[in-house]
């Protein structure tokens, strides 16, 4: 696990290694997510939310600036309808 959340993501070929990865730990994770319909770039946000990552930690794994995170996060929590009380980690836990 830690593997992973120390890993960058900053390629197509990163970012498929990091899902064979992932997939190990979280087998069911991206096939629960294909309902959303996500860009690529909000499934790592979530697969990193997944790992209870913060902002600082997401922004250098990505290779984005921490405000980067933060508006993508904005955009995923309008998107999905998740409220600012329930965090986005918790709410794929719920759905």
Partial sequence: MEELTTTKIL???????????FNAVHPLFFTRIKKYKLTESE???LALEKLNLN?????SILGIAGKSVVVTRY???????IPK????????ELT
Avoid: G, M, Y
């Fill in 75 to 81: 955009r995923l929590r309008k998107k999905l309808s």
């Fill in 43 to 45: 499934k790592r946000l």
């Fill in 11 to 21: 390629t197509k070929d990163d970012w498929v290694l990091f899902k064979e990865k």
């Fill in 85 to 92: 009380d329930i965090s986005i980690a918790d709410h794929l």
């Fill in 55 to 59: 902002n600082t930690d997401i922004s």
